[in-house]
């Protein structure tokens, strides 16, 4: 592939993560908000497994945060969730965005890595949702903290986190195969 050729093919894959996280993130204000779980979990990975920039995931972060001020001050969308802890969303969408780097260097083209990208995601969904869920938690103000509601509060949200993340990265993965070139099969003359 030509340096032109990768050039443009990470500006669209830029794009359509931008886009599916645009399109999933909020309930009132985007498009697919209603029907569809975010995204952006599964945005944060795939752009660390195919955009290696380190500009990328602040761009990302940059966006999510627009999406979010623009729902609350436009779109009618609650502001509780905007608080002091809004800022342990960076080290979530990191972690993925740093796992989906990692993978990427041990993925192989075949099914033996699937066992490796299901435990990384697990890893994943499970770091993103105790900072998202426990820093909202600790951080927000808006409850008493004990160990018992800590706990409470990831269990409560750490299925849907990894429905959604396996979700979409399962249907990237898809994707992924769908477009890759397929090796020559080695067979003369077969018919």
Same mark, same amino acid.
């Given at each position: 592939?030509?340096?032109?050729?990768?050039?443009?093919?990470?500006?669209?894959?830029?794009?359509?993560?931008?886009?599916?996280?645009?399109?999933?993130?909020?309930?009132?204000?985007?498009?697919?908000?209603?029907?569809?779980?975010?995204?952006?979990?599964?945005?944060?990975?795939?752009?660390?497994?195919?955009?290696?920039?380190?500009?990328?995931?602040?761009?990302?972060?940059?966006?999510?945060?627009?999406?979010?001020?623009?729902?609350?001050?436009?779109?009618?969308?609650?502001?509780?969730?905007?608080?002091?802890?809004?800022?342990?969303?960076?080290?979530?969408?990191?972690?993925?965005?740093?796992?989906?780097?990692?993978?990427?260097?041990?993925?192989?083209?075949?099914?033996?890595?699937?066992?490796?990208?299901? /435990?990384?995601?697990?890893?994943? #969904?499970? *770091? %993103?949702? @105790?900072?998202?869920?426990?820093?909202?938690?600790?951080? +927000? !103000? $808006?409850?008493?903290?004990?160990?018992?509601?800590?706990?409470?509060?990831?269990?409560?949200?750490?299925?849907?986190?990894?429905? /959604?993340?396996?979700?979409?990265? #399962?249907? *990237? %993965?898809? @994707?992924?195969?769908?477009?890759?070139?397929?090796?020559? +099969? !080695? $067979?003369?003359?077969?018919?």
């Amino acid at each position: 592939m030509t340096d032109t050729t990768e050039s443009r093919s990470r500006i669209l894959i830029l794009l359509a993560l931008a886009g599916l996280m645009a399109a999933t993130r909020g309930q009132q204000f985007a498009p697919l908000g209603h029907h569809l779980p975010d995204a952006s979990l599964a945005v944060f990975f795939l752009a660390g497994f195919y955009l290696r920039a380190r500009w990328v995931p602040v761009a990302l972060f940059a966006l999510a945060t627009v999406i979010d001020l623009t729902a609350i001050g436009w779109g009618g969308v609650s502001g509780y969730c905007f608080s002091p802890a809004y800022g342990m969303l960076v080290p979530a969408y990191g972690s993925l965005w740093a796992l989906g780097r990692w993978y990427q260097t041990r993925h192989r083209p075949e099914p033996t890595t699937l066992p490796l990208l299901g /435990a990384v995601l697990l890893a994943g #969904g499970v *770091a %993103a949702e @105790a900072f998202a869920s426990g820093g909202f938690y600790l951080l +927000s !103000g $808006r409850f008493e903290p004990s160990l018992v509601g800590l706990g409470h509060s990831l269990v409560s949200y750490l299925p849907g986190t990894l429905t /959604a993340l396996v979700g979409y990265v #399962g249907l *990237a %993965a898809v @994707a992924h195969l769908a477009m890759s070139p397929r090796p020559a +099969s !080695g $067979r003369v003359g077969s018919r």
